[in-house]
């Protein structure tokens, strides 16, 4: 089976551009998440989805960051302009979740997009 | 600061040895789960283990689990040059309306490396 589907899986650019990651999560998965990963601050949520309706987007650093989920297939992370400091690994995460809302499954992740901004 | 907190933050030992990772956390959970990370590749997931369980055993992988201490170990036996990775622990803890859309806080982890 498939798992999720991470695209590019390395982008270099520059301070300034617009940057666009996307997901293809497991099909049949309702809940999809987003994470950014650096040394200095880990693993971070930043923002998750449930039948592709955003739930939390807390996480998400500026206003320079947006994420949709058109649907249940697919997704995009947008930093618009981009920073240097937005380098990183950004991870997307997919999980089946119960009708009501919880969920005892694992997150299955894709690759990740090793974003470097120069 | 993070709901899951791993210890050793490194651990370095001969293959064949046992290896152990604690997780600490701090509020009530559905479930916690441990997962490795293998370098220049995303986060695979080991083991579940739920807040009604204390222990759970996967090959060479025992998980245990003391929701009066709020914390957790991973025990890996034998290990093996390929275990070398990093180990994160995550907890599910629902929100306030009793939802968790299986969101996952996770630890810093725990960098392990075994030496052939």
């Known amino acids: 089976d498939a798992g999720v589907i991470q695209s590019p899986r390395h982008e270099v650019t520059e301070m300034g551009q617009e940057v666009t990651l996307r997901c293809k999560p497991i099909?049949?998965?309702?809940?999809l998440f987003w994470y950014r990963q650096t040394m200095m601050r880990g693993l971070e949520l930043l923002i998750y989805?449930?039948?592709?309706?955003?739930?939390?987007d807390s996480g998400m650093p500026e206003d320079r960051f947006s994420a949709k989920m058109p649907n249940a297939s697919f997704s995009t992370l947008k930093i618009q302009p981009s920073e240097p400091r937005d380098s990183a690994v950004y991870f997307c995460?997919?999980?089946?979740?119960?009708?009501?809302?919880?969920?005892?499954?694992?997150?299955?992740f894709g690759d990740g997009t090793r974003l470097s901004i120069l | 600061s993070q709901q899951g907190e791993e210890d050793p933050q490194a651990l370095s030992i001969q293959e064949g040895e046992n290896a152990t990772m604690n997780c600490s956390y701090k509020t009530s959970i559905n479930n916690l789960q441990w997962y490795r990370q293998n370098s220049g590749r995303g986060l695979v997931h080991l083991i579940l283990?739920?807040?009604?369980?204390r222990e759970k055993h996967s090959g060479r992988l025992r998980v245990t689990l003391d929701t009066s201490k709020k914390s957790s170990s991973l025990l890996i036996t034998a290990s093996r040059a390929a275990d070398t990775a990093s180990y994160f622990c995550?907890?599910?803890?629902?929100?306030?309306?009793?939802?968790?859309?299986?969101?996952?806080?996770f630890g810093q982890g725990t960098i392990l490396t075994v030496h052939p």
């Open positions: 989805f449930n039948n592709n309706v955003p739930i939390d």
């Open positions: 995550a907890t599910d803890a629902s929100n306030a309306g009793g939802t968790s859309y299986g969101k996952l806080t």
């Open positions: 099909s049949g998965h309702n809940s």
């Open positions: 283990i739920r807040s009604n369980e």
């Open positions: 995460a997919s999980s089946p979740v119960g009708a009501s809302g919880g969920s005892n499954q694992p997150q299955h």
